[in-house]
């Protein structure tokens, strides 16, 4: 998309706020309006940046009603994304952008973003970091609710995760696996998953670092629960989330007991998620880094908005 075109359709949006949707532009809660959103996400000195801004202000647009305007602020958030960057930002962003893309049904520009983070997931030096950049695109693109919907693209990059996952040092196995067994059952792919969490099992609890430990259980037990072993799930629910509040670091726990949370709440226990997302809420609170602390904290509060609209 030519940056003059791109700089048009950032007006358009902005515009439009004052009509028809505009009027969910209102502050909530003291916060930007979505117009101070796109202003900010334009102003940001790189185009990695840029997108993340967009795809915020595409969320919050979203979660305003205003689903033609998150459109384009996510298709704006792609634009900034085509062009050569550094790999290990650019790739997670892409997948990013590409499920809020495949989740609105806009699903030619997701495929292609995906493709694009595979593709640049080559220049990953870190295999961990790139078993999860596949398996990320891999559930993207195979799920069927909220993704694309492509089973064979899906089997194709989680097949490239799976291989990236065996070549990890032992020690970190673990954290790949989990990446991939999710991967595979957000993305359909039953079988492949049924066959990886017995390794993920057996890796997650020789784990000694906590976080890995917490994730990689909670990932074990998605992957139990969606094979009808509901009773081995919630074990290892009660093992990863022992294992997620006994990190002292508030990032590290935060997202631990976001991990275990969402695994809680796909075995059907949202009122038990509910409130370790709570406990995850205040622990992202406590992160001392500003940009870090609004990451975490925008992660955990999606997943409660997102819990509490489905259990009501």
């Known amino acids: 998309m030519p940056a003059s075109f791109s700089r048009l359709l950032f ?117 961990v970091r790139r078993t999860k950049i596949l ?37 970190f196995r673990a954290e790949a696996l989990a990446a991939v067994a999710l991967g595979c059952t957000r993305a359909g792919q039953a079988d492949a998953a049924a066959e990886l969490v017995g390794r993920l099992e057996e890796s997650a609890k020789a784990l000694e670092e906590p976080r890995a430990k917490a994730e990689g259980l909670a990932a074990a037990a998605s992957v139990r629960s969606e094979t009808g072993k509901k009773d081995e799930a919630a074990a290892l629910l009660t093992e990863a989330a022992a294992a997620a509040k006994s990190i002292e670091r508030p990032e590290g726990r935060a997202y631990a007991l976001l991990a275990v949370a969402s695994a809680t709440a796909s075995c059907g226990e949202k009122k038990q998620a509910l409130a370790l997302l709570q406990e995850a809420d205040k622990a992202a609170n406590k992160v001392s880094d500003p940009a870090q602390q609004k990451t975490a904290m925008d992660k955990v509060r999606t997943a409660i908005a997102e819990l509490e609209k489905s259990a009501s």
């Open 11 to 127: 007006i358009a949006v902005v515009v439009s706020l004052f009509t028809g949707c505009g009027a969910k532009s209102a502050k909530k809660g003291g916060g930007m309006t979505v117009q101070q959103r796109l202003e900010k996400a334009e102003k940001e000195p790189t185009p990695e940046k840029q997108a993340v801004g967009y795809l915020r202000a595409a969320r919050f647009q979203l979660a305003s009603g205003d689903t033609s305007g998150a459109r384009d602020s996510a298709r704006i958030a792609f634009d900034r994304l085509k062009g050569d960057g550094d790999a290990n930002t650019f790739a997670p962003r892409l997948v990013d952008v590409g499920g809020f893309l495949a989740e609105l049904g806009d699903k030619k520009p997701a495929k292609e973003a995906i493709l694009r983070a595979a593709e640049l997931s080559a220049g990953v030096a870190d295999a």
């Open 135 to 171: 398996a990320d695109a891999g559930a993207v693109a195979g799920e069927k609710g909220k993704g694309i919907g492509d089973a064979a693209l899906a089997k194709d990059l989680l097949t490239q995760a799976i291989t990236m996952a065996d070549s990890v040092e032992e020690r």
